[in-house]
């Protein structure tokens, strides 16, 4: 049984190494710099929704407002590079660690709260981040922020010719959430969150504590979130309000985890490899044309996936080997 | 800022939260029968809001008018809704929290899509309605004629409410179950049918609020989602399925607001309803009105 | 010695109901001890506050010579106690051993380690086979001894089972009967509340008898069941009637 396990973990490792080596080569055979485009936006959310699942899958906290994390990481790195010459990097670090310190700052009123309540406190939250930094003039108000050129770098993370570093990057970071799920879920952290999802009442009584659990998942799933929008702040080279820390980021967090399957390591990069390019394609293909047709699409397939596959796409993989496993 | 311009603010506040209760008790009814949180409340006025245009644009009919006629229309809606989708999303035995979301959820960027699809992004309004646009004055302190008729009609709509829950069989049977389904089902009632009736009485309610909503404010696919936001917070405020909890809560939220715009800027006046919601549950989690 | 676990002078109110009034009872090191009493008699409030769900509203609680009325139920865990539900709480998502490794690793903080602890726990409950299955696929019996091994895997020195036995056929009793006795042969006190008396009367070193709130008797099971005050309290209650 042990040796099964071991197995399985060692399988999944491999495969993972397999798919980024596989990534890593795309660009040698994309030149089209839209396509490329949709890639890069695909292993963005990818990783965005790995982090987004440590707290709302594994932990079982269904949180709507992740788009406040990513939004804060977005802003601090552009407010320390604009107005104090920090550069992205340190910005970056030091957007994930104020996020995960925010998270942890609203879990402690946060996590007393149950079910719908819990939901709409987030999403009310990120309102109102938004909102205040609508309204925040010294950081651009609504107008936002552009980042000066500098010149293509990678001490500045700025590339205006090609897009292929920002395309390495969202791949690392993917595989670096990937990587801490995998590493998290056979641990202590990641049993504790299991044990919170399923029943917090059975697992304070096996010594979880189960507040100290949900702290830790939400600051992890935070400060990774925060890398992504510093990610996206520099991708873009410009962000405001809206477009960094409006509801559509909760959204998108959530989604494809909820389609690839959530709780699961291999749930949020399935999800993302399906939902992303749909969207962006049924969004360029369609939806300029259609008005709306892009929604409709998009909202049938949420329906549909979530009463046909509760459990999400990876659950037709492993229903498939459950079936050919039995004697 | 003058006790003129206080009272004003508070009388418009108070109107428009009573119809902000209007709004919202469809969800809290549907909430206290079955738990299911329906996240595309915002698209049912929405769509409501679309029906009464339409039935002014094609057969001159007033939205004060249209407004029984919206809410049948909502009320067979909602019905279809549970029918086809709920019904289902409540059966799922994995993830049931996630899949009610993200089937509503779903459902409610299909909507909006139609919307966008059928009736065009564009901003919409009923000019020439009778109330629109027109105020009484009252000892120095205007009222918009929309929302005051909006809001007697909340007043009319909760007290129906009120009688129904507790004068007919449908509404004795719709108590009975949310308090316990299992036990409805011993005595010979259809659960099904209590519940598709409850999502219809629900859409009905707030198709009533959209029908007044669209003789004073713009109709367009997204304006859902502006109102859903603040009906969640009004039927969390009130605790969840609390009928009367959303009715208060409803008039708590439109009091905030409004004392929230005589101190901040108007982009900020949200921020005050929001700030309530989350000083409500921290004190008590479990809303104002809902059982500890 | 003293007693692994004391309760002195515990009370516990809900509004104006008073659940537990003036409860004092001890469990010495190695014991098996039967909580019993009639519907309503405060077995499952005073398992609860033993177990740390909440504090009673007055009284003190010692376990393991140390006063832990205001420690929390994780904590308690990690002192020693180790408690089951009487409706069940599986972790229904998870499969069999991650149920029990949960409760293995808070004495393991290595994972290896906490997976092998969690096997020998399987193995000594029998539930090795079913190992992999998923908890909600479980039945009944399985799940109640799955909270079993859940509990012992965070190696107790008190073992606190809520009405395990109830409502098994009576081959499924016969063998958690065995399992009580096997895991106090195994070193760990056993506090069991039940509400039907014929099965844990053979089992038991010594019952308590709670009734409205209040320790009626204590003493051998054999004296227990045939004491005038046990037997009327019992009387209303058609469902157990013993001998």
């Known amino acids: 049984m042990d040796k099964n396990f071991a197995a399985r973990r060692r399988r999944d490792l491999v495969i993972a190494a397999v798919l980024a080596a596989l990534a890593a080569l795309a660009p040698l055979f994309v030149k089209d710099v839209y396509v490329q485009n949709i890639l890069i936006l695909t292993l963005m959310y990818a990783a965005l929704s790995q982090s987004w699942n440590i707290l709302s899958g594994y932990c079982g906290q269904i949180s709507l407002g992740h788009a406040l994390y990513f939004g804060i990481g977005a802003y601090t790195t552009e407010l320390l590079f604009t107005k104090f010459g920090v550069l992205p990097w340190f910005g970056m670090l030091g957007g994930g660690v104020i996020a995960a310190l925010i998270a942890m700052g609203l879990g402690y009123p946060f996590f007393r709260l149950r079910g719908h309540y819990f939901v709409i406190a987030t999403i009310v939250i990120a309102e109102i981040g938004l909102l205040l930094f609508q309204n925040w003039e010294w950081a651009g108000a609504a107008m936002g922020i552009t980042i000066p050129v500098r010149g293509d770098s990678w001490l500045k993370f700025q590339f205006m010719r090609s897009k292929l570093p920002y395309f390495y990057f969202a791949l690392v970071l993917c595989c670096l959430a990937w990587f801490v799920t995998w590493w998290l879920e056979d641990s202590k952290w990641g049993f504790w969150w299991r044990a919170v999802k399923d029943n917090p009442e059975a697992a304070e009584s096996l010594g979880v504590v189960v507040f100290n659990s949900k702290m830790g998942a939400a600051a992890v799933s935070a400060f990774l979130v925060a890398i992504g929008g510093a990610f996206y702040a520099q991708f873009l080279a410009y962000i405001d309000p809206e477009s960094v820390m409006g509801f559509q980021f909760s959204l998108l967090m959530a989604l494809p985890a909820v389609l690839g399957g959530i709780g699961t390591l291999w749930g949020p990069v399935l999800g993302a490899a399906i939902l992303i390019p749909m969207t962006e394609l049924t969004r360029s293909y369609i939806g300029g044309s259609g008005r709306g047709v892009d929604l409709i699409v998009y909202g049938t397939l949420i329906v549909l996936i979530s009463l046909a596959l509760p459990q999400g796409l990876v659950s037709l993989f492993s229903r498939a080997k459950s079936k050919g496993a039995t004697r | 800022m003058t006790a003129q311009a206080i009272i004003q603010s508070l009388a418009s506040g108070l109107l428009m939260g009573l119809l902000y209760g209007l709004i919202a008790v469809g969800l809290a009814l549907i909430f206290g029968l079955m738990d299911v949180v329906n996240f595309a409340h915002g698209e049912f006025l929405m769509i409501a809001m679309y029906v009464s245009f339409f039935l002014f644009a094609f057969f001159a009919i007033d939205p004060l008018l249209s407004a029984p006629l919206v809410a049948a229309a909502l009320f067979v809606f909602g019905a279809v809704v549970y029918l086809l989708i709920v019904r289902f999303a409540m059966r799922a035995k994995a993830n049931a929290g996630m899949v009610q979301i993200f089937s509503t959820f779903g459902l409610a960027i299909v909507m909006r899509g139609l919307a966008q699809f059928f009736f065009t992004p564009d901003y919409r309004s009923i000019p020439q309605s009778w109330l629109g646009g027109k105020t009484i004055s009252f000892a120095g302190v205007f009222l918009p004629e929309p929302q005051l008729i909006g809001a007697l009609v909340s007043i009319l709509a909760f007290a129906g409410l009120y009688f129904f829950i507790h004068r007919t069989d449908f509404g004795r049977a719709l108590e009975a179950t949310r308090e316990d389904p299992g036990a409805v089902a011993l005595v ?16 009905a309610l707030v198709g009533l609020a959209g029908a007044i909503m669209a003789s004073f404010f713009y109709i367009y696919p997204d304006v859902g989602a502006s109102f859903a936001l603040i009906a969640y917070v009004t039927v969390a405020l009130g605790g969840f399925g609390s009928v009367f909890g959303a009715f208060a809560g409803g008039i708590i939220v439109g009091l905030v607001e409004a004392t929230t715009a005589l101190v901040l800027p108007p982009s900020l006046k949200s921020v005050g309803i929001y700030a309530v919601y989350l000083l409500v549950v921290f004190i008590r989690p ?3 009105f809902g059982q500890m | 010695m003293t007693a692994l676990l004391e309760t002195r002078g515990v009370w516990q109110r809900f509004g104006g109901l008073v659940a537990n009034s003036d409860v004092s009872i001890s ?63 599986s972790f229904e998502t ?38 992999d299955v998923r908890a909600s696929d479980l039945v009944p019996a399985e799940k109640r001894r799955l909270e079993v091994a859940r509990a012992l895997a965070t190696e107790p020195k008190l073992l606190l089972l809520d009405e395990v036995l109830t409502g098994l056929t009576p081959t499924e009793a016969q063998t958690g009967v065995a399992l009580v006795r096997k895991v106090r042969d195994a070193g760990i006190t056993v506090l069991m509340v039940e509400h039907v008396m014929e099965i844990v009367m053979p089992l038991v070193d010594r019952a308590i008898v709670l009734d409205l709130g209040k320790v009626l008797v204590e003493g051998k099971p054999t004296e227990v069941v045939r004491d005038p005050k046990v037997i009327s309290a019992y009387l209303g209650d058609r469902h157990a009637v013993s001998a």
């Not at chain 3, 909580?35 to 499952?44: D, Q, R, T, V, Y």
């Not at chain 3, 010692?62 to 539900?85: H, I, L, N, S, Y």
């Not at chain 3, 490794?101 to 092998?116: F, Q, S």
């Open chain 2, 286 to 288: 479990r809303g104002l």
């Open chain 2, 188 to 203: 010979g009632i259809d659960k099904n049918r209590v519940f598709a009736l409850g999502w219809g009485l629900g859409a």
């Open chain 3, 27 to 89: 469990v010495g090191r190695g014991e098996i001890v039967g909580l019993i009493g009639p519907n309503g008699a405060g077995k499952s409030t005073l398992f609860n506050l033993i177990a740390g769900v909440l504090p009673p509203t007055q009284g003190t609680i010692w376990f393991d010579g140390e006063d832990v009325t205001k420690m929390p139920a994780a904590e308690r865990c990690q002192r020693g106690v180790g408690r089951t539900f009487q409706v069940v709480k």
């Open chain 3, 94 to 131: 998870m499969t069999v051993i991650d149920n029990v490794i949960v409760g293995a690793l808070v004495r393991n903080t290595v994972m290896r380690e906490a997976r092998r602890k969690a096997h020998e726990v399987l193995e000594f409950t029998g539930l090795a086979a079913r190992a």
